[in-house]
């Protein structure tokens, strides 16, 4: 088994759901845990259940709703254990279910910043940096979402981050910071509902597997979380 000692690891909206998965299976093996969540309260479940596992663990939390916001939330980082070796950009939104026509700018400007803007902020907060240090895994999660026009804002920004993820691989090429993207697949979640396929808690391991690649490993890929559902962990 691979671990990650000394490794700081940021994974937005890690209070709840997926990120919460992916925070716990990082924990497993050996990383600290920056959690974040929408107010610090949100953090509490993540943080006590990760009590159990001997690692550092920090709270930063903040919306994603806006440049300033953002801005601010990257400061916490900072101000806190400050480097960032793996960051995974989790936190996401679905717009309200409505004919495609009916959906408004503001729809789409509110699906563009929390899902794709943000995302591009916090990797040009802490990738830089990860180059400096020749280490970094960085993971956008988008979706294998389709057909569905009634969800074109969330389905549109997803694509906009997997094409972000292989651009941002491609400048990051040669200098061990990997860049790739992951579907955590259709989960009973707060944003997948009660009708999804899988149970949250099979986004392990498979959502690790590119945070554990070795040195300059594969980047720019997308990776299907349900690929590796019945590997041990």
């Given at each position: 088994m ?16 997926i990120?919460q998965?992916?925070a716990?299976?990082?924990?497993r ?6 959690v ?14 990760l009590k159990?596992?001997d690692?550092q ?5 903040g919306e994603l709703?806006?440049?300033?916001n953002?801005?601010a939330?990257i ?35 509110q699906?563009?910043q ?6 591009i902020?916090l ?5 830089p940096?990860?180059?400096?240090r020749?280490?970094g ?10 057909d ?14 997997d094409?972000?993820s292989?651009d941002?691989?491609?400048e ?6 990997l860049?790739?993207?992951?579907d ?29 690649l070795?040195?300059?490993?594969p980047s720019g890929r ?7 559902k019945?590997?041990?962990?």
């Amino acid at each position: 088994m691979k671990f990650l000692e000394n490794k700081w690891a940021f994974v937005t909206g890690s209070s709840r759901g997926i990120g919460q998965q992916i925070a716990l299976g990082l924990a497993r093996r050996k990383c600290n845990i920056i959690v974040h969540g929408r107010v610090e309260s949100n953090a509490a479940e993540t943080i006590q259940r990760l009590k159990e596992f001997d690692i550092q663990t920090h709270v930063v939390a903040g919306e994603l709703d806006s440049p300033q916001n953002v801005e601010a939330l990257i400061r916490a980082v900072k101000a806190g254990p400050g480097s960032v070796d793996i960051l995974y950009n989790n936190a996401a939104i679905q717009n309200t279910w409505k004919p495609i026509w009916e959906i408004g700018q503001d729809e789409w400007l509110q699906s563009f910043q929390i899902n794709l803007f943000a995302m591009i902020a916090l990797c040009n907060a802490f990738a830089p940096a990860m180059k400096q240090r020749g280490y970094g895994r960085i993971i956008n999660l988008t979706s294998g979402i389709k057909d569905i026009p009634q969800l074109a804002p969330y389905s549109v920004s997803k694509a906009a981050v997997d094409k972000y993820s292989r651009d941002l691989a491609a400048e990051l090429h040669g200098t061990n910071v990997l860049v790739n993207y992951l579907d955590p697949g259709w989960l009973r979640t707060d944003l997948g509902g009660s009708n999804a396929e899988n149970e949250v808690e099979t986004v392990l391991p498979g959502a690790l597997v590119p945070a554990l690649l070795e040195d300059f490993g594969p980047s720019g890929r997308f990776y299907a979380a349900q690929d590796y559902k019945m590997l041990e962990f």
